[in-house]
């Protein structure tokens, strides 16, 4: 099922996608612009391997504007109190960066080449705007076929973890490259969100989920010509 609502600055639809009806909040326009983004993390943003901070993205990470993540939070705030079933939230903390995929497909650790959660708390969510072309690939959601897992929050975790651990231990089921093959003998794909300009997505952290990258080409670690995204992860608590 797809709601969908217009305002006069941008559009909202909402996807509940897979068995646990999940929603994937789409933002289309949603900053009305994004040169001066993307002009801001080609110029003035320091971009650092994500490994170097002990982050398994497969890339580079470089600090956003702080007037920006601001924006992103009182973007999502609403959204998130009026379509992932908790009602209103408070902010606790938020962090937000640029990235750009630069790992070839053949350089990835195991656990690169499979979907993954940002968080297993259910009050933490994340968002990713493009400020790429369409071309560089957006973001598919999954379901782990052994447990028929789509979230895995912290209940979940340790035999969610225990179960992919096994499973990845035999070759055949290693994947040999970006996950999202539509025949990954351990994850099925539920829904996909293509890429598009100054389009932006929400969604609870503990969603299976990854880039869907095809390739990776010699201008990837350029903001300009790269798969630019601006991200966020916001931790919330239920209002009082």
Do not use: W
């Not at 369409?134 to 979940?156: I, M």
């Amino acid at each position: 099922m797809t709601i969908q609502q217009r305002t006069a600055d941008h559009s909202v639809s909402v996807q509940y996608i897979g068995n646990e009806r999940e929603p994937v909040v789409v933002v289309d326009r949603a900053f009305g612009s994004v040169d001066a983004l993307v002009d801001y993390a080609a110029t003035r943003s320091k971009f650092a391997g994500a490994a170097s901070v002990g982050i398994g993205y497969p890339g580079l990470l470089g600090p956003a504007p702080a007037d920006y993540i601001d924006r992103m939070v009182r973007l999502v705030l609403p959204l998130i109190a009026e379509h992932f079933g908790g009602g209103a939230v408070m902010p606790v903390r938020a962090r937000g960066n640029f990235s750009l995929v630069t790992t070839d497909p053949a350089a990835l650790t195991p656990y690169q080449r499979v979907p993954h959660v940002d968080a297993v708390d259910r009050l933490q969510f994340a968002t990713v705007h493009y400020l790429c072309s369409e071309r560089h690939g957006g973001t598919g959601f999954f379901r782990h076929r052994t447990t028929g897992f789509e979230t895995v929050d912290a209940a979940r975790a340790a035999g969610y973890q225990a179960t992919l651990d096994r499973e990845m231990a035999d070759p055949a089921n290693l994947p040999t490259g970006y996950p999202g093959a539509i025949d990954d003998p351990l994850f099925a794909r539920t829904h996909e969100v293509a890429a598009k300009p100054d389009r932006l997505i929400l969604y609870r952290a503990a969603l299976l989920h990854s880039g869907l990258i095809e390739t990776v080409d010699a201008a990837a670690a350029d903001p300009r010509r790269g798969r630019l995204t601006g991200n966020l992860f916001l931790t919330g608590r239920t209002a009082a």
